[in-house]
């Protein structure tokens, strides 16, 4: 519900969520939508289909796609929105995923997403290293080490601003393509 206050979509705008897995953050962004549309897309075929069928709605649809290899034309979004999904990337495709959405994005579109990050809390440590060393993902321990801000800013994007999300390890971030 945060990452939809903080993106705030106007009425009749085309929203994209990146890595939509079930499709709960987009059917909440639909929900809160006075028109325009939203699409899901994740890499999972089972996760898509599950969407599909449990959220799809007029204004609401899901796709299978790839986060670095984008299935739309040039500046086609409002708006973009993730959530929990990078920290399942390497670095590389972290960057082309993130190039990726700023294309896609119109000129003064916003993205907002949240994803683990530096932990703040003594539970957030716990809760993040846990997951690092028990899944052995190295992509967890990037954002632990704090780099997506800095990546959404080398990518294009500017006014990135962060805000403490839930857990004490999980962040939200809000940037915005350049208007011109």
């Known amino acids: 519900r945060r990452i939809v206050e903080l993106l705030d979509p106007a009425a009749g705008t085309i929203i994209l969520d990146v890595g939509c897995g079930t499709g709960l953050l987009t059917f909440e962004v639909a929900q809160r939508m006075d028109g325009g549309s939203v699409t899901g897309i994740d890499a999972s075929y089972p996760m898509v289909e599950v969407a599909k069928r449990k959220r799809s709605s007029t204004t609401c649809a899901y796709q299978l796609a790839l986060a670095e290899d984008l299935p739309f034309e040039n500046n086609a979004f409002d708006g973009v929105v993730s959530a929990l999904f990078f920290h399942h990337l ?9 190039q990726e959405i700023v294309r896609v994005l119109r000129p003064g579109g916003s993205i907002v997403m949240a994803d683990i990050d530096r932990p703040w809390s003594l539970f957030g440590k716990f ?17 632990i080490d704090g780099m997506m801000p800095d990546l959404l ?8 601003s962060s805000a403490p ?3 004490g390890c999980i962040s939200i971030w809000k940037g915005r393509k350049p208007a011109s």
């Open 90 to 98: 390497p670095l590389a495709l972290k960057r082309k995923s993130v």
């Open 165 to 167: 999300g839930v857990l």
């Open 153 to 160: 800013r080398r990518e294009g994007l500017e006014r990135v």
């Open 127 to 143: 809760y993040a290293y846990a997951g690092w060393l028990c899944l052995r993902q190295p992509e967890i321990k990037e954002n």
